[in-house]
């Protein structure tokens, strides 16, 4: 079981930046890829950004590559989404997922666990 709670989202300028963190509790985190997906009011829920168990494998959606990091912290059990650059269509839901697979799935439906969500507002 891994249980996750997103943290730092807020409103932020055009611009700016943010940085989200993805809490984890649960003994086998560290074997679990992390992925960040975002929902905006409307759409769908769209992939973000992922990172492997190991932190060796990034992977991100063509609208933030350049702009926004994904790391993690195996010790702190914690995975981050560095956001710059913020434009007001990021403005949406963030939220993190956790799956086994050993290359992180840009597909939700793929994912086992969820965190609750982090609002993040971008105005212009």
């Known amino acids: 079981q891994v249980q996750l709670v997103e943290s730092g989202g807020g409103l932020v300028q055009a611009g700016g930046s943010l940085r989200l963190s993805c809490a984890a509790s649960?003994?086998?985190?560290?074997?679990?890829?992390v992925g960040w997906f975002r929902q905006a009011p409307g759409k769908e829920r769209e992939f973000v950004a992922a990172?492997?168990?190991?932190?060796?494998?990034?992977y991100y959606a063509d609208s933030v590559e350049g702009r926004f990091t994904i790391s993690r912290d195996n010790a702190k059990k914690t995975v981050y989404l560095q956001m710059s650059s913020l434009k007001p269509d990021d403005t949406a839901v963030y939220y993190c997922?956790?799956?086994?697979?050993?290359?992180?799935?840009?597909?939700?439906?793929?994912?086992?666990?969820w965190g609750q969500g982090t609002q993040v507002t971008v105005s212009s």
């Open positions: 997922a956790a799956d086994r697979e050993t290359v992180p799935p840009r597909i939700p439906q793929r994912y086992d666990y």
């Open positions: 649960g003994r086998t985190f560290s074997s679990y890829a």
């Open positions: 990172i492997s168990w190991s932190g060796s494998g990034t």
